[in-house]
């Protein structure tokens, strides 16, 4: 697998200044993910910026699957909506 990622996705990782989420989220997105950290915000970036990630984009939001993880990102906002473990 090679490290390019398609240009539409590009507009995700241009703007990973802008990811932010609610209490709400990172309440949600803690309980889902079963994370022992408070910054959930980085911890979102830091897998959208893996090479492993895959991005794709459908209506307004973006779905980033990684790691059997699913983060959903508002294309809008940059609001980091929820994120869950793959179902299998």
């Known amino acids: 697998m ?9 507009e995700l990782l241009k703007n990973l200044d802008k990811l932010h989420t609610t209490e ?4 949600r997105i803690k309980r889902n993910l ?4 408070d910054d959930v915000v980085g ?8 090479v492993k990630a ?21 294309a809008y906002s940059y609001t980091i909506i929820t994120a869950h473990r793959e179902k299998k």
């Open 54 to 74: 895959v991005i794709t984009r459908s209506g307004k939001n973006w779905y980033v699957n990684i790691d059997n993880c699913i983060i959903t990102v508002n």
């Open 34 to 37: 079963f994370l022992d950290t």
């Open 2 to 10: 090679d490290n390019y990622k398609m240009n539409a996705d590009d």
């Open 24 to 27: 709400l989220g990172v309440e």
């Open 43 to 50: 911890w979102c970036k830091a897998k959208i910026d893996s």
